[in-house]
């Protein structure tokens, strides 16, 4: 089995495990109050956060080290049928077998695969991104441009404490959803 398959197939199971884990509370949670109740709910709750931080560091793996993304990402990035099929390939075979498999060559795999990941990337950025108010997007579309508070602050006509103000609401924003923040820096 080849590493990035592993990894893939790792990181179903921590995402079935923790499946297995929310309903575990739910069902708990309606339990008459008790100590051991109290207990199960907090051990689980403890374990939930722990698992989510694996699966979380198992799925990047899968993702950045091995290139391979999973069926759900998949089907929801807008890609060709031919991206769309590589990708799908790209779960259990690396480039040269798919450059094989479907009679291409190997540059030519990689580049569609690289396109992939790409759209991958501004899929994740723009489902982030749905969470802040329109002035937030504003702000976090002109930090991604390398702009300064005080030039933010300049071409929105506010002040550079107004947009730490605001920049600060952001990360929070973004942290709370668990999404890894690409733009804010505090400088």
Known sequence: ?????SWAKNHKEYKKSLGKLSNFIEVEKNEPKNNSRDVNLEIARSMKSGLKEAEKAVKNKAIYEFNSLDEEEIK?????DRQRE?????QSLSYEEIADKLKMKRGAVYDIYTQVLKKFDKYKNDKEVYLLSNQQKEIYKLCNQGKTK????????????????QLNRIKRKLMKEGNKITCIRMG
Do not use: F, Q, V
């Open 76 to 80: 929801d990035l807008n890609l060709t």
């Open 150 to 165: 005080k030039e933010i602050a300049n071409s929105l006509n506010t002040t550079p404490s107004a947009i730490k103000t």
């Open 86 to 90: 590589i990708a799908i390939l790209r």
């Open 1 to 5: 089995m080849t590493k990035w398959n």
